[in-house]
């Protein structure tokens, strides 16, 4: 998730007509209909054969086995090493590009030193590094890193919002973390272009399995209309989450040339997920907002998420205005109706990076 997992293009930046509009929705419909279609086959196929397993095995853990099997006990170790009382973890996940000096990895941990009641969070916290670089720059700053290796792949550099090389990373990510619910470990995973305020652990909801920020939130946390962001979710390990990130996962060679985040959008309507019984909540963005949607009010600001931004020199730039903005707050400097002052150059990514992509892979 190192780059961007959250960022979603804003809808103000994309300049489809309203006809281009129309028939894209059509598209998603008929898709999402033709989806639900095969779902349904699948799950009268499989009880037909096997009434207890929800999901053909050939589906849901054939796929699986191979690397679930695996025991990795240095994992286990970094895991048990930072968990808390529950077995919980706050991961993240770290290239090269991100874990430069002055970059996203120094503000990412600055956040938990000048948030309030975040500082103690630090000690849970295992920085998963997708580069031998990355492992490196985090030993220097952080008791608890993991390097993850991916065969074949070279996530070191600033993977670009939606090239492949991002949707490697993003999916590797998802399957990473199905491993650590298999461990018994329940996790905040955080993307590290997050900034921590305040303790989420106030915020959420006791009863639900998978909790998941949002881009922009409807004003239910029940209402599967919001739009989630990948960069944040608190997932306790029980066999429903297990079986809902095998799913999610396996769902991704239903929609090549997607990420995470907009397959979740489509199977966040699967009939699969009543059937397992997996509880989703939505987090409002009024805790846990981002330059999508700011949380406007500074007490009740938990996380903060440099989303609908590409480009990392604009999420660095932003994120340093936005903890200026916090410290001012919190040492009584700011007016007593306190406003952030970004996004700033974040606003303005998408059409930049646009222009910018063509001749230059790092574009923003
Ligand atoms: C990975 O990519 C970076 C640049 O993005 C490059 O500097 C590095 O040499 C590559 N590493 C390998 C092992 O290919
Ligand atoms: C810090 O958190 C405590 C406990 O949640 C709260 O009472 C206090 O008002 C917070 N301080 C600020 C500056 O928000």
């Not at 890193?145 to 492949?164: I, P, R, V, W």
């Not at 981002?290 to 480009?311: E, I, L, P, S, W």
């Amino acid at each position: 998730m190192k780059p961007s997992s959250g960022d979603v293009q804003p809808g103000g930046a994309a300049p489809f007509s309203a006809h281009t509009a129309v028939v894209r929705w059509k598209t998603v419909r008929l898709s999402v209909a033709f989806f639900g279609v095969i779902l349904g086959l699948l799950v009268l196929y499989n009880s037909a054969i096997n009434p207890f397993n929800i999901l053909p095995v050939s589906y849901s853990y054939r796929a699986f086995r191979s690397y679930s099997s695996l025991r990795n006990p240095l994992l286990e170790k970094t895991l048990t090493k930072a968990s808390n009382e529950d077995k919980t973890v706050i991961l993240t996940t770290l290239n090269a590009a991100w874990a430069e000096p002055e970059s996203l990895l120094d503000l990412f941990l600055k956040s938990f030193h000048a948030g309030n009641g975040t500082q103690r969070l630090l000690k849970h916290l295992v920085i998963v590094c997708l580069d031998a670089k990355a492992y490196q720059r985090c030993g220097a700053s952080h008791p608890h890193c993991y390097q993850l290796d991916t065969e074949g792949a070279n996530f070191s550099g600033e993977a670009y919002f939606m090239t492949a090389d991002y949707l490697k990373m993003m999916w590797r990510r998802i399957q990473f973390l199905t491993s650590v619910l298999e461990m018994g470990f329940s996790f905040v995973f955080t993307d590290s272009d997050i900034m921590w305020l305040q303790d989420p652990f106030n915020h959420f909801h006791p009863d639900a399995d998978f909790q998941i920020a949002c881009d922009t939130f409807k004003g239910s946390s029940e209402d599967l209309n919001n739009r989630p962001n990948g960069g944040f979710v608190y997932v306790k390990s029980n066999t429903k989450t297990i079986r809902f990130y095998k799913f999610w996962y396996e769902s991704r060679t239903m929609f090549p040339g997607r990420h995470d985040q907009d397959v979740l959008n489509k199977i966040k309507h699967s009939p699969l997920i009543p059937e397992i019984g997996l509880k989703i909540r939505f987090l409002d963005t009024a805790n846990f907002g981002g330059f999508c949607q700011m949380g406007r009010d500074f007490t009740k600001v938990c996380t903060v998420h440099a989303n609908c931004c590409v480009g990392l020199n604009n999420k660095v730039h932003d994120l340093r205005i936005l903890l200026n903005d916090w410290s001012k707050f919190v040492n009584h400097k700011a007016s007593s109706r306190p406003s952030w002052s970004v996004p700033q150059d974040c606003r303005t990514s998408f059409q930049r990076g646009r222009q910018s992509k063509h001749g230059k892979k790092k574009g923003g």
